[in-house]
């Protein structure tokens, strides 16, 4: 019974398909023949320009923004400008700041000074109590080599004679010591007493200051003695004082036809450390009225 079933039902479905698709092949038909394809021919020009009237833009105008109560002007529509004055404070004025002054032109490099021929390193004592019986470290710059040596004593290979040695005992208001020991030599190439103080470097009297600039990478300038005028691409200047000690130079910078006043500053060299005392070297004749004592520029 089964089996007839199946092919009972099997029938029935080939038949449903078979209608299917036979109303479907005929309502095809009836589409194509209600809507035959149409040939359409454009025209030569089937679309012509129009011209449109050019529309100018309407002038308006802005009433001028009027004051508020802070005093600010200011209105609807009015750009926010906003303005710092010469103190740091907002306006509503423009404000621009004043031209800066040109650069002094030049720097001081550094102060160049030979030491003396013999320096002193140090000593040991025998007897505290005798300064005599004491042997002295000395140093022979140019020969590169120490020298020991005693009071009275002649060194022939370095040219001088130790003539004395002597230690000076300070006490401060607690007490504390503090000393100084000196030491007297004949400068057998000179025939000159020189004092050498233990811990003290000792140069000889002249120097070298070297100026440079950072505007011209070129500027090399060595100067020797005080006043000295020198000129460069940046200008003319004069060498009025130098202080060794603390490496200072004290120059001035002539006016030129851009600048109508002359400059008076006060150099540093670079990478020098000051100390608490100064030498300062002065021109030997009568300096200009600007040439005053260094320390009164700061």
Known sequence: ??????????????????GGVFLYLQKS????????????????????????SSLSPAEVNWPEASEQST??????????????????????EGWEPPVPPPPFGIYLAQIERKPYRIQIEGYMQEDPTDASKVLLLMFDEEAQK???????EEKPGAEFKLLSFDIERLYDENNNI??????????????????LIDGERRYDSGFTAVIRSDE??????????????????????????????????????HATEETEESEIRILKARGASPSSTA???????????????????F
């Open 71 to 92: 005093g600010w002007l200011y209105d609807v529509f009015t750009p926010p400008k906003i303005f710092i004055d010469e103190n740091g404070q907002f306006s509503e």
């Open 216 to 253: 011209d990478a070129g500027v090399n300038i060595e100067l020797t003695d005080v006043p000295s005028d020198f000129n460069c691409p940046t200008g003319h200047y004069t060498l009025l004082e130098i202080s060794l000690v603390e490496s200072l130079i004290k120059v001035t910078k």
């Open 178 to 195: 503090q000393k100084t020991a000196r030491a007297t030599i004949l400068d057998q190439r000179s025939g000159e007493e020189v004092v």
């Open 146 to 152: 120490q020298v020991l040596a005693r009071p009275g």
């Open 29 to 52: 038909d009836a589409v194509t023949s209600l809507n035959p394809s149409i040939d359409v021919q454009p025209a030569d020009k089937p679309y012509l320009p129009e011209t449109t």
């Open 279 to 297: 030498e300062i070297i002065m021109p030997e004749t009568n300096a200009p009225e600007e040439a005053e004592n260094i320390f009164d520029m």
């Open 1 to 18: 019974m089964n089996k007839i079933y199946d092919k009972l039902l099997l029938a029935i479905a080939v038949l449903l398909l078979a």
